[in-house]
């Protein structure tokens, strides 16, 4: 159909998104896309959440697994605007901003090399 042609739809819960005119519309940026498939926000954030609880080792608790989708969710939305605030962070995730923060110092220590290597103790 042409006019589904001009609209974004979920492939998980086929919530549509694009213009009334019909008019090609760009992938919102809250969406994302990945092989031909896209996803909205709301399912972008549960699929990485998910991911996190399967890749959890089989021995693992249920709080363990709800403690890694609750930091892969925050580590999701930290990746996706690194410029939002702990605070707009922990709202999205429903968490709180200390979460947040503890998550953003483990994802900045990891990803960024240490501009001040020598003045640390490397022992
Ligand atoms: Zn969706």
């Not at 979460?99 to 003045?119: F, H, I, K, N, W």
Request: glycine letters at 4%; proline letters at 6%; hydrophobic letters at 40%.
């Amino acid at each position: 159909m042409a006019a589904d042609a001009c609209r974004w739809s979920c492939a998980r819960c086929a919530v549509s998104v694009g213009r009334m005119d019909g008019e090609p519309s760009i992938l919102p940026p809250s969406w994302s896309q990945l092989d031909d498939e896209t996803f909205c926000l709301t399912c972008s954030r549960a699929r990485a959440g998910e991911a996190a609880m399967e890749s959890a080792p089989d021995e693992s608790s249920r709080e363990e697994r709800v403690r890694l989708r609750r930091t892969a969710l925050i580590e999701f939305e930290i990746g996706r605007v690194p410029e939002a605030s702990n605070r707009v962070v922990a709202l999205a995730c429903r968490t709180s901003g200390a979460a947040v923060a503890a998550v953003r110092d483990r994802m900045e220590q990891s990803t960024v090399p240490a501009p001040d290597l020598d003045a640390r103790s490397v022992a």
